[in-house]
């Protein structure tokens, strides 16, 4: 009691109030979902939540094609979007900082798309890419490039392509905001020793910009890959998993099977499955970020 009435009390009783809010709405649900992926719990029988099964939900995952086909197309689908919004995020960012008038201006415009929320882009990709009244497939046809509708949503690989298209619309300019606050703290000094010396811009750009840009490059890696490892609403709109689950991905594998099927059990324990592939690239990374630092000489 002695402590409660101590100053030193005060910073814990002011953090109080958030720490329970926080224990109710993350902390607790997460212990009933953890638990719940070793039980058999269904939503249409409540009692199933206490009983225990051990690993047999986790155990019978390893024989679920429907999720390893769901796991490969998550990977694909991180691996391509991440390295595509890269790319262009990258050269985005270069264009810009070249830019000396309204820099400002093309900086809150490249910020548009990640406004965006991903339900929004997901109507405004199923829209356009409609294969009977799409903006697209209309305009292809009074340019007389095709003769016959596309199936842009209907078709796998090409369901699959245009979800990634949009997942690389909405969030490129993240990459590029980044990648741009760094050039513009990339210092000076170099670069014209660099043109001293003889460099032209792709050894400037390799030896120097390059290596300033990574640690950028690898923070943003960081937070799009949490956020594209949930992809969910975005393929919820367009395609909701068809056609025949040809662009189902783990999150949409999972509400089919907890919310359609009934089985939150093992729809938590896929979750958990997700949430260790989440951390795996993290971590990943975060190890790159780190050997970045090391390499220009900053802080661990």
Known sequence: MSFLRS???VPYLLLMPAIVVIL????????VSLWSSFTPYQLT???TLFTFVGLRNYSRLLENTDFWWAFGRTILFITVTLNLELVLGLGL???VNQITMGQRALRTI?????MFSPILVGFQFKYILNDAVGL???ALFDLGLITQPIPWLVEGTLANLSIMAAEIWMSTSVFAILLLSGLLAL???PIEAAKVDGCNAVQTFRHITLPFLMPFIFIAMTIRSLDVARAYDMVRIMTNGGPAGRTELLWTLMARVGYQNSQ???ANAMGYVSILLSLVFTLYFYRKLVAARRYMGGVE
């Open 7 to 9: 100053p030193r009390a």
């Open 24 to 31: 109710a709405v993350i902390a607790v649900p997460l212990a």
């Open 45 to 47: 029988r409540p009692v």
């Open 93 to 95: 960012a270069l264009l």
């Open 110 to 114: 490249m910020m548009f798309p990640m």
């Open 136 to 138: 697209l497939n209309n």
């Open 187 to 189: 210092p000076k000094e």
């Open 264 to 266: 939150m059990g093992m």
